[in-house]
């Protein structure tokens, strides 16, 4: 089994500032078979980024992801009010499909 | 736009099967694309459950294997978990999500809105 780990486990930022999350895996992730979500409170979490560095549709292009084997980073270029949130990575190449323990990105 | 939808019982008691469907609008289950189950205990992050394909080929996440069954109905486009022999650690919202292509490169990129299952007597 693939173990993300993922840091910082929160990061204090205030709107306008880049921010940038890391996802460590215990071993390397086939064809950078890794995503990226963000959950807000109550909702279900949504798809930002796949194939590493892929943005899903619709998600604007201050996110963007990078990285191989088994480091990898997703990075917001400027946030927005909407991007406070937890997100979480998950590597898809092999079963079980593991998720990262998440990071929170909070105003500060 | 496809859609899932999550269903099933709030409550379980102790030592009983928690099954939940998940019925699926816009796609068909039987598509080159994997059905799968995610929770997420309160307060706490997302765990991976397990998967299913139309073709009936299913993967687990082996914390839950011995207890655990996803099965997929082409007929109704719908496919179903089932958890047996519960305790209050399976306390969780359910998520069933499409984790688009036959390959699992795209991610999970539709969700349904999870159901809250309590394990409790």
């Known amino acids: 089994e693939i173990v993300l780990t993922q840091s910082p486990g929160t990061l204090s930022l205030s709107p306008g500032e880049r921010a940038t999350l890391s996802c460590r895996a215990s071993?390397?992730?086939?064809?950078?078979?890794l995503a990226w979500y963000q959950q807000k409170p109550g909702q279900a979490p949504r798809l930002l980024m796949y194939?590493?560095?892929s943005r899903a549709t619709g998600i604007p292009d201050r996110f963007s992801g990078s990285g191989s084997g088994t480091d990898f980073t997703l990075t917001i270029s400027r946030l927005e009010p909407e991007d406070f949130a937890v997100y979480y990575c998950?590597?898809?190449?092999?079963?079980?499909?593991?998720f990262g323990q998440g990071t929170k990105v909070e105003i500060k | 736009q496809v859609q899932l939808q999550e269903s099933g019982p709030g409550l379980v008691k102790p030592s009983g099967t928690l099954s939940l469907t998940c019925v699926v609008s816009?796609?068909?289950?039987?598509?080159?694309?994997?059905w799968s189950w995610v929770r997420q205990p309160p307060g706490k992050g997302l765990e991976w459950i397990g998967e299913t394909y139309h073709t009936g080929s299913t993967n687990y996440n082996p914390s839950l294997k011995s207890r655990l069954i996803i099965s997929v109905d082409k007929s109704k486009n719908q496919f179903s978990l089932e958890l047996t022999s519960v305790t209050a650690a399976d306390t969780a919202v359910y998520y069933c999500a499409r984790a688009r292509g036959a390959f699992h490169y795209y991610g999970m990129d539709v969700w349904g809105q999870g159901t809250t299952v309590t394990v409790s007597s």
């Open positions: 194939g590493a560095s």
């Open positions: 998950q590597q898809c190449g092999s079963s079980p499909r593991t």
């Open positions: 816009g796609d068909s289950i039987s598509s080159s694309n994997w």
């Open positions: 071993q390397s992730v086939s064809s950078s078979y």
